[in-house]
């Protein structure tokens, strides 16, 4: 019997197999209760603090639309709206929400901040994207996988681009506990760090999963069930970085060529928000001065496997669910 109480949610190097699992069964059966609307707010009168020090839309929508549902109560902070960093500690702050609330929510830099509101709030701590882990993410993301594709044991997942990152870090994690293999296809800076890298290994032999990180295109992109990738600047990075990225990144950009290397029957997926036409102020901004009109992914890419990109954002609502669920209630029969 599983029992995730009073956890964290914080990366998912802390979770077995058994246990992602279980959190993903747990959103497969709130997204059958959603669409049959059947209320399950067992947890009324439970409160949940979200702090969101980087902006979001996924993930904001995702919490407060889950706590709703669970019957709770949603406390929106942003930096600007509250005393967070500026004139109180993450510690102080942490020791005032957990005398109020039941879980909190953080989305913002260091993954030393999750963790210091974890040790000293009290009270369950949802990883909502940090530099280093995007975890509620990679739910979502195995869940959708397994709707489109069943099974995930033995699946390749190719991550094209800046895998050093959140995304990249946290879909090789999640890759190698639940036995898809996982490839990196990017130039060497890009791949994720040695030390992560072995820790994954070993996770990887035990699943049965391969780890490749490689800066050949269709090496890397071969045969691969799914085509993943991410933009190529991530949030509180610094814009100047983005003249770099364009020049070594562009090679590794997700074209239908890729797509035809990869399996036939490949899906491609992209966390959001993406860059694949000129209808966003950034990428209008990049156009005139580099001339691109998409970066990571074509406009024809996006738009041709849109399916499983849209579903991968509505999962990130029952994904969430069941990581506050599961983390605030005695037990959750599923
Ligand atoms: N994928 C994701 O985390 O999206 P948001 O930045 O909109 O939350
Ligand atoms: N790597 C991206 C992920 C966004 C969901 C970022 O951190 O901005």
Request: proline share 2%.
């Given at each position: 019997m599983i029992s995730l109480k009073g956890r964290s949610f914080l990366t998912l190097k802390d979770f077995t197999p058994e246990e992602i699992l279980y959190l993903i069964d747990m959103a497969a059966h709130f997204k059958q209760m959603k669409k049959q609307h059947i209320l399950h707010d067992r947890l009324k009168g439970r409160n949940v603090a979200l702090i969101f020090e980087k902006t979001s839309t996924r993930t904001r929508s995702s919490f407060e639309v889950a706590a709703h549902d669970l019957g709770m109560g949603a406390t929106y902070l942003d930096p600007k709206s509250s005393q967070i960093g500026k004139k109180e500690s993450i510690e102080d702050t942490a020791k005032v929400l957990g005398r109020m609330f039941d879980g909190i929510e953080y989305r913002g830099y260091g993954q030393e901040i999750v963790e210091s509101l974890a040790k000293h709030s009290g009270v369950p701590v949802w990883n909502g994207?940090?530099?280093?882990?995007?975890?509620?993410?990679?739910?979502?993301?195995?869940?959708?996988?397994?709707?489109?594709?069943?099974?995930?044991?033995?699946?390749?997942?190719?991550y094209m681009g800046d895998a050093r990152y959140n995304m990249g870090n946290s879909l090789m994690i999640g890759c190698a506990k639940l036995g898809l293999n996982f490839h990196a296809v990017a130039p060497k800076k890009y791949f994720p760090e040695e030390e992560l890298?072995?820790?994954?290994?070993?996770?990887?032999?035990?699943s049965g999963a391969e780890i490749l990180l490689t800066e050949d295109v269709k090496q890397g992109t071969g045969d691969a069930d799914v085509v993943y990738t991410d933009v190529w600047v991530s949030m509180g990075e610094p814009d100047e970085v983005w003249e770099e990225r364009i020049e070594e990144l562009t090679p590794y950009r997700v074209t239908m060529d890729v797509m035809k290397n990869a399996s036939s029957n490949a899906i491609f997926m992209h966390c959001l928000p993406a860059f694949h036409d000129l209808d966003t102020e950034i990428g209008r901004e990049i156009n005139a001065k580099f001339g691109?009109?998409?970066?990571?992914?074509?406009?024809?890419?996006?738009?041709?496997?849109?399916?499983?990109?849209f579903d991968e954002a509505e999962n990130r609502m029952h994904t969430i669910k069941a990581v506050m669920a599961a983390t605030l209630a005695d037990d959750w029969d599923i």
């Open positions: 994207l940090t530099n280093e882990y995007h975890p509620t993410q990679i739910l979502a993301d195995m869940m959708t996988i397994r709707e489109h594709m069943g099974e995930l044991r033995g699946r390749t997942l190719a890298v072995s820790q994954c290994r070993k996770w990887a032999e035990e691109l009109t998409c970066m990571e992914v074509t406009d024809e890419v996006f738009k041709s496997y849109q399916d499983a990109i």
